[in-house]
């Protein structure tokens, strides 16, 4: 394992994606107190939702997070909701960014936005990054404490932490079914697939709710969060909190696996993995679940529902964002591309249904 990784670094600003500095140094110095005169503006590079953006000041820093251009789905981007949650996590989730500011102001960028803490660290996107080279062994381990953290916030109490309104833990798992479903026909283009045979069998074959209600992160993947530059296998922050509520631990988990391509799936599915989970060491999709359900003591009994429902959910997201695409309303040239993995989705979502998908 090398010493030391470099720093996932924020990049120059993609065309159509500008913020209007002057604006928003005037605004920014009187919440935050002091001349920003030398203000500079970076953007993340990763992510296809809400955009991140790096503020530099001296030698401070702020992370901006912002909804994307384009979007008409406001409940699915709402940054008042998000800049909640990581208030009420502060102190209790050491993980979670510390909110700074909200701001609800439309004449300043044009929509709400709101200012946390810059974690430094390394996030791993596709492929390990430069200066981090882990052994298999090493491997697991930092992919089991992935989902070791992600327990940890499950058993945070939401009403200890004044959250306790933030959903509706009743009929969970059949809202979501329902509620994926109708997203998806209302961002179904003509050149995607249709998916209603998987929306059918979803609905036929939903569990009943876990009985446990707690709060759930619900995009939780590799490239959302922060490892040490120090010491790639300890985990330092967690991010992209937008879409958090009260739900099934179970759900959450299934989300997540839903981005999980093993070194054993169809090679038309793994071409399209969003994290090195393919690896040698990297845990299969039963290890996982049974590390997971052994430490929170619940049980997973329909594996290849919670599975086969992460990947059509991640379809839906990645048909909305292509969607806006083809509509012209962002210009983000990534998008064009995202066709062929919601096929990929598709596929695999018809290979759960009709082969299964080995459960623990």
């Known amino acids: 394992m090398s010493s030391r990784a470099e720093v996932d670094s924020a990049t120059t600003v993609r065309s159509g994606e500008e913020l209007p500095l002057p604006v928003l140094r005037e605004y920014l110095q009187g919440v935050l107190r002091r001349p920003l005169q030398d203000l500079q503006l970076r953007q993340f590079p990763g992510g296809y939702s809400n955009l991140t953006y790096l503020l530099s000041a001296g030698d401070e820093h702020w992370v901006l997070r912002r909804p994307p251009f384009g979007s008409r ?144 992160h619900n995009d939780y993947k590799l490239d959302n969060v922060i490892w040490s530059p120090d010491d790639p296998l300890r985990l330092i922050g967690v991010l992209d909190w937008e879409m958090t509520t009260i739900g099934d631990p179970l759900m959450d988990l299934g989300c997540t696996l839903g981005y999980w391509v ?60 292509y969607a806006r695409y083809t509509q012209g309303l962002t210009r983000d040239p990534r998008f064009g591309a995202l066709l062929g993995r919601i096929h990929s989705l598709q596929r695999m979502c018809e290979r759960v249904i009709e082969e299964g998908i080995e459960a623990p």
């Not at 209790?92 to 946390?116: E, I, K, T």
């Not at 697939?193 to 759930?216: K, Q, T, Y």
Request: aromatic share 12%; proline share 8%; glycine share 8%.
């Open 73 to 216: 789905v406001r409940s699915a981007h709402d940054m008042g909701r998000e800049f909640r949650v990581l208030s009420a996590l502060a102190g209790v989730f050491p993980y979670a960014p510390v909110p700074v500011h909200f701001c609800d102001r439309q004449d300043v960028l044009g929509c709400d936005f709101y200012l946390m803490s810059y974690i430094p660290g390394r996030v791993i996107r596709q492929a390990y990054p430069p200066g981090m080279s882990l052994s298999p062994e090493q491997v697991r381990e930092q992919f089991f404490t992935l989902f070791d953290v992600l327990g940890e916030l499950h058993r945070i109490d939401p009403v200890s932490i004044g959250l306790g309104d933030f959903g509706r833990p009743e009929g969970y798992v059949r809202r979501q079914v329902e509620g994926w479903s109708r997203r998806y026909r209302d961002a179904a283009t003509p050149d995607a697939p249709d998916f209603e045979r998987v929306m059918h069998w979803l609905h036929a074959n939903m569990p009943a709710d876990s009985g446990v209600a707690c709060l759930i």
């Open 262 to 321: 093993e070194a054993s799936d169809p090679e038309d599915f793994r071409q399209f993995r969003a994290m090195p989970s393919d690896v040698p060491g990297a845990p299969t999709r039963a290890q996982i679940v049974a590390r997971f359900t052994q430490r929170s003591g619940l049980r997973m009994e329909r594996f290849e529902f919670y599975f086969c429902f992460g990947l059509f959910r991640l379809a839906v997201i990645v048909q909305q964002i």
